[in-house]
């Protein structure tokens, strides 16, 4: 089974908080977070992550919100 998984930047001000988000498709949290390291996240151990702006790591290639993990969705049978 697959999913669009959503990880969220957990960066909180005195004003407010990120806005960052990825969304990527993939069959396990585990996958989606090893891809948003990939895009410069850093996802340490629980449910705490932060995007690149505020993880303090450079942005890899170009800024992309959803990333494909999967060449194309499973085709399921009819």
């Not at 990939?38 to 303090?56: K, V």
């Amino acid at each position: 089974m697959s999913a669009f998984v959503t990880l969220h930047c957990n960066t909180v001000w005195s004003e407010g908080s990120c806005t960052g988000a990825i969304t990527v498709y993939c069959a396990t949290t585990d996958e989606a977070r090893a891809a948003a390291r990939a895009h410069g996240w850093r996802t340490p151990p629980g449910d705490i992550d932060y995007c690149p702006g505020c993880s303090g790591t450079s942005t890899r290639g170009p800024k992309r919100t959803v990333v494909e993990l999967l060449p194309r969705a499973p085709q399921h049978p009819a």
